[in-house]
C-alpha cells in the first residue's frame, strides 16, 4: 500500500522524439489521479535509458519510486494501489461489443428515419450490422481466421477454400440486407453460411463437448465457442428466412 505520509513519487520515463512510452504517461496519470506530486524524470535517448536500467538493475521502463521504495512499472504500480492487471481469459465481450453496437446504430437509424427506434427496419438493420461489423473483423485478417475456422468448421474441413471466402460471403449478405438488395442472392448465401455455421457449432460444442475458441470475431479473438456464438448464425438464418416471408414492400 502507498505511505499516507508521503504524496511524492519519482517516475523515470522514457520521452523521446519519436518514441514517448504509453505506460510511462499511464503511469504518471494513475499517480496524479491518487493525489501524488510527481517528479517527472525523462530519459531522452536509448543511452540515457540503458544507464538508468543498469544503474537500478531493471529491465524495462518506466519506473516508480515512491519514497526509498521502488515500486516498479506500469503493472507494478497498479498491483501497488490494488488495482492488478488481469490476464483476460476467454470471453464474450468482443462479440457482446459489436450487438451492442450494432443494436445502437440500428435503433438510431430508425429513429431517424421513422421518428421511432422500435420498428420491424430497426430489427434488420441490427442483424445486418452486426454480420457486417463481425465479417470486417474475420476480414483484417483472413488467413489467421481461416486457421481457426477450419479447426470446427464441418465444410470448412472439407473444402479449405471455403473458410477464405466465409468472411467475403458474410460481408456481402450483409451490405445487401442492410438495403434489401438483390434479395435472390443475399438470402440464398445468408441461409447456407449460417445453416453450415449453426450446425458446426452444435457439433462441435453440444456433441463433440470441445472447449475451443470461435473465429466470429477473427482468429485474433480469444471468444469461446458457444451460444453466443452460435446467435450469429442463428440471426443470418433468420434474417434469410424473414427476408424470405416479408420482400420489400410487402
Not at 15 to 36: A, I, N, Q, T
Not at 42 to 48: Q, S
Not at 138 to 158: C, H, P, T
Not at 193 to 204: F, K, L, P, R
Request: net charge positive; hydrophobic share 50%; proline share 4%.
Amino acid at each position: 500500500m502507498e505511505a499516507r505520509g508521503d504524496k511524492t513519487a519519482r517516475l523515470y520515463r522514457m520521452v523521446m522524439d519519436k518514441h514517448v512510452c504509453p505506460y510511462g504517461v499511464k503511469s504518471k496519470w494513475l499517480l496524479e489521479k491518487r493525489g501524488f506530486e510527481v517528479e517527472d524524470h525523462h530519459l531522452t535517448t536509448r543511452e540515457e535509458t540503458d544507464a538508468f536500467k543498469a544503474k537500478h538493475d531493471v529491465k524495462t521502463t518506466p519506473q516508480t519510486f515512491i519514497g526509498a521504495e521502488r515500486i516498479g512499472g506500469y503493472t507494478g504500480l497498479r498491483a501497488h494501489f490494488g488495482n492488478p492487471v488481469e490476464k483476460e481469459g476467454k470471453s464474450y465481450r468482443p462479440v457482446l461489443a459489436v450487438f451492442a453496437v450494432a443494436l445502437g446504430l440500428a435503433l438510431s437509424l430508425s429513429w431517424w428515419a421513422f421518428d421511432t427506434p422500435l420498428t420491424v427496419r430497426a430489427a434488420e438493420w441490427f442483424v445486418a450490422f452486426s454480420m457486417g461489423m463481425l465479417a470486417m473483423l474475420k476480414l483484417q485478417d483472413v488467413e489467421q481466421f481461416s486457421s481457426m475456422f477450419i479447426g470446427y468448421d464441418l465444410l470448412a474441413k472439407r473444402w479449405v477454400p471455403y473458410a477464405y471466402t466465409y468472411p467475403y460471403l458474410e460481408a456481402l449478405a450483409a451490405i445487401l440486407m442492410a438495403g434489401r438488395l438483390l434479395p435472390w442472392l443475399s438470402i440464398p448465401v445468408a441461409a447456407f453460411i449460417g445453416t453450415v455455421g449453426a450446425a458446426s457449432v452444435i457439433y462441435a460444442v453440444y456433441i463433440q463437448k470441445r472447449d475451443i475458441k470461435c473465429a466470429c470475431v477473427g482468429g485474433s479473438g480469444n471468444v469461446p465457442l458457444g451460444f453466443i456464438s452460435l446467435s450469429e448464425n442463428l440471426a443470418m438464418m433468420g434474417m434469410a428466412v424473414w427476408m424470405l416471408l416479408k420482400p420489400a414492400g410487402v
